[in-house]
């Protein structure tokens, strides 16, 4: 079983930046492709962002391309978010997940969850 324990988030303006992290408790996410999800009150689940810990690989949701960027950070252990140009859009809960399929952005294809920090960016 994988924890996964997020964070960063909190509330900005509109334009500005953030940063997310995602560590999982007591091992590394070597084997996993790592993703974040966001949800929003009343919407369904999205996908962000994911990326493979062994090769890298990433890839991006079209509503965060540009602007979002996934990556390994070895020192710390942990798969991080850095969110810039936030948009009020960008406002819900975002969660880290992991999947042991190299290729899948599906949220029903990944099979631990973090619980998920706040982002609200107001206008």
């Known amino acids: 079983q994988v924890q996964l324990v997020e964070s960063g988030g909190g509330l900005v303006q509109a334009g500005g930046s953030l940063r997310l992290s995602c560590a999982a408790s007591g091992r590394t996410f070597s084997g996993y492709r790592v993703g974040w999800f966001r949800q929003a009150p009343g919407k369904e689940r999205q996908f962000v962002a994911a990326i493979n810990w062994i090769g890298g690989s990433t890839a991006y949701g079209d509503s965060v391309k540009g602007r979002f960027t996934i990556s390994r950070e070895y020192a710390k252990n942990t798969v991080d978010l850095q969110m810039n140009s936030l948009e009020p859009e960008d406002t819900a809960l975002y969660y880290c997940?992991?999947?042991?399929?190299?290729?899948?952005?599906?949220?029903?294809?990944?099979?631990?969850w973090g619980q998920g920090p706040q982002v609200t960016v107001s206008s």
């Open positions: 997940a992991t999947s042991t399929r190299y290729s899948s952005n599906s949220g029903y294809e990944y099979d631990y």
